[in-house]
């Protein structure tokens, strides 16, 4: 393992139950929990201070949030910059927002009233080319409604006008809930959703149409259907080459990769046995995978799950670059019961350079990783200060 992340601060109780997502913006770290409530964490500040003295909460839903996406860009023709945010409640419903310029006092409601039941994994595509913006969200249905994305700014700062405009639908698996989303950040204008029979399609945004279908790669076989193994996390790679999936396999958790220009399985990401150098059932965890994420330059994946576990995979090699093991111990302000310690590893995401203040903050990545213990945990990479 060539990497070691370093621990900068931390915020027990960050939440009132289980923090479950993360997102990351410029200014802020976003987590969002079954409490109902986001939280705005200032990036900016030097690593040792206290989160808690800067971070905003906002109530979003009493049935609490399962995810939580991100949109950010300065408007064309403009100096605005605007953040949008989607959450995915547990009653089906989705509530999305806005602020400008970096001030979480602009905080503006978008109305989405469509968008009261029925529905899961949003996701926004953000046009590298500037011309068309969309909006993604899976549904109960089986179908993937996608929305153009539509913002203009009028003659001030503050006055922004969003609009959703329904384009259609990516349906060609309506057998199946889908619950996993992930959307290519390049030109190619590509979109994997993953279903619940264990399927990944990849879709063209524009023509709403398949082009390559994933099946599941589950090392236990069974004659049942439902034993597929599940996609519960996709994610792209930054320059679009590859896409991640990671399923449940029983109790442990696979990641594979994909090659989305010819559709291939080009490999798996695997843990060596503790007295061998042969990987174990081709698994990445020992528990589910809840979390992915590419670093900025697409070389490593960092992985979390019910094991308690970070991983870091180096894609060039196909090994662990690092690991990092949680416990209600690395957090303050609260009790250390390890008899009954929910430090499953919910959601993890990279941080890119110069966005954390602090030591190395500007020329090292960092690490973000949420927890069901209701714990909040940044990382830095070590070396290179």
Known sequence: ???QYIATANAGQAHDSDVVGVSVCHKYTVTVSSDGTAKFWDNHQVDAHN????VVTKFINKTGIHHVELYENVLPDSATKIVIIAFSCFDGSVS???????DISTWTSINCDYFKSR???PGFYKDPESKQDYF?????????GVYYLNIKCGESDIDIDIQLEKFGELNANKSAFPNSLAICPTTDKKVAVGYTNGDVYIYDLQLLKPIYTFHSTDVVTSSKPSSSSIPRVLQFSPGGSLLAVARDNQSSGSITLYDVKYGENVGTLTTPSHSTKTSVGGFAHSGWIMG?????TGENLASCGFDKCVRVWNLETREREATITISVTDLEDTEHDEQFDKSIASGVTFIKKGIRSGTGGDKNEGLCVVSFDRGVRWYREAGGI
Do not use: R, V
């Open 119 to 121: 529905s899961w994994a």
């Open 136 to 144: 993604l969200i899976t549904q109960a249905s089986g179908s993937t």
């Open 51 to 54: 989160p808690k003295d800067y």
């Open 96 to 102: 999305l927002y806005y602020f400008i310029n970096d």
């Open 292 to 296: 992915l994420s590419f670093d900025e």
């Open 1 to 3: 393992m060539g990497k």
